[in-house]
Structure formats: C-alpha cells, structure tokens
C-alpha cells in the first residue's frame, strides 16, 4: 500500500504535535534537562568555548524548554528563544520566571522566521534539524539573519536505531537528516550551503548528558561571511 503523499506543512504539524506532547516530562531526562550542577557546569563550559565573547545577540532555535536558552544567558549573551511547539515554550517561560534573567521566547518556525536580516550574532540550534523538512531551506535562512562575521552552532548527533522513533513513523521518510548524521558529513553540508571555516568536536564527556551517551554527539560551528 502506498503511503499518502505528504506535505512540508503536514510534516511540521505532525512534529508539533509529538512535542507538544514531550514537552511536560521532557526536561526530566538527564540528556535533555539539567539534573546537576556538574552537569550545569560542563554545558557552560562547551558553550562559553564556542558561542564567543558576550554579550552577543543570541537566537536559540528549537528551544524547547529553554534549556541552552538559559545556559547562553547565564554566560552573558543577550536571548531570544524560538520554537514550533506552544507546551514547550509555556514551559520554557515558567523556567526562566524563576530565574533572575530575561529571554523573549516566541512560537516561530526555523525554516521561516519572521525576523529581520542581520538581526543576530549567534543562532544555536540543538538537536533540531533532524527534524526539518527542508534543512537546506534553514540553512539559508538562519545565515540570513545572522550578521556578516556571525556564527551558526548546532549541537548534534548521529544515531541508527533499528525502528523510527515512537511517534515519528509516519513521517521520518519526509525528513531529509533524520537519524543524524556524522560530523563530517553534516559539515559538508553546511559549507556546501555557504558557511566557512565549519568546524567540530566530540561531546562525549558523561558531564554533559547525566549519563555515557549511547550514540555520537558533537558540536559544531560555522561562521556567517556574506
């Protein structure tokens, strides 16, 4: 049997609705979350390497619960949250409500934000474009945004689980990086999309993740020159 054609926007509403529904036990898994203070510092530390000298005007997309929103503003740099799923970012907001920082988080999608050119120094993205019907298409998009001499970081992974993930069944065949992808590969990617001197490295240490990670994770970075 044929599996109905779908579309970008059905695939999109499809992904917001699975994290809708993640979203009220989604920080209570340590690879998600921030379950300790070691935890906590070893994230600031990735973070403080990579996102450069703050304060910076950082969007974090794909922010989900306001996790690396957080952890971008407690290194100094100035956030703007952004995500597709409305439970994800109430959840994110009543975070930081109990913090001493300020981030704006608004409901946007990463493949067509309603922000101006060059409006940014900073994107981050964590684990998002595995979930993007058309990454190229964000690609381009987030380099629009991000000012000449900015830069683009995504903390990725590369897994290869026998069966989709629950709940992504139906639609995993509609999204081009789903599974990941190893860091060379997705490096190529993005300079074959514009952005120079990419670059990447582990991120392994069981710090990070409350736990040994049981598929590849790395960060990576790409600055903005047009």
């Known amino acids: 049997m044929t599996r109905p054609e779908q ?18 036990t989604f920080d209570d898994d340590s690879q998600h979350g921030i379950r300790s203070e070691e935890q906590r510092e070893a994230w600031l530390s990735v973070l403080r390497t990579w996102t450069g000298e703050p304060p910076r005007r950082a969007l974090d997309l794909g922010c989900g619960t306001g996790v690396v929103s957080l952890l971008l503003a407690e290194t100094g740099h100035d956030v703007t949250g952004v995500d597709f799923s409305a439970e994800m970012l109430e959840r994110a907001r009543e975070k930081i409500r109990r913090t ?8 946007g999608d990463a493949e067509a934000l ?9 994107v981050t993205a964590r684990h998002l474009i595995w979930t993007l019907p058309t990454p190229s298409k964000a690609i381009r998009e987030w380099q629009r945004i991000v000012r000449p001499g900015g830069r683009i970081v995504l903390i990725e992974g590369r897994w290869d689980f026998p069966e989709p993930f629950d ?50 994770q790395y960060i990576m970075s790409g600055n903005v020159t047009r």
């Open 7 to 24: 579309t970008d926007e059905d695939v999109k509403e499809h992904v917001r609705a699975y994290w809708d529904e993640r979203a009220e």
């Open 114 to 122: 309603a922000r101006p050119d060059n409006a940014y120094d900073l």
């Open 167 to 216: 709940g992504y069944e139906e639609i995993h065949d509609d999204l081009p990086l789903y599974d990941g992808r190893p860091p060379e590969e997705l490096a190529e990617f993005l300079a074959e999309r514009g952005l120079e001197d990419v670059e990447y490295e582990p991120l392994m240490d069981s710090a990070l993740w409350g736990q040994r990670p049981n598929y590849e």
């Open 100 to 107: 001493e920082h300020s981030i704006d988080f608004h409901a």
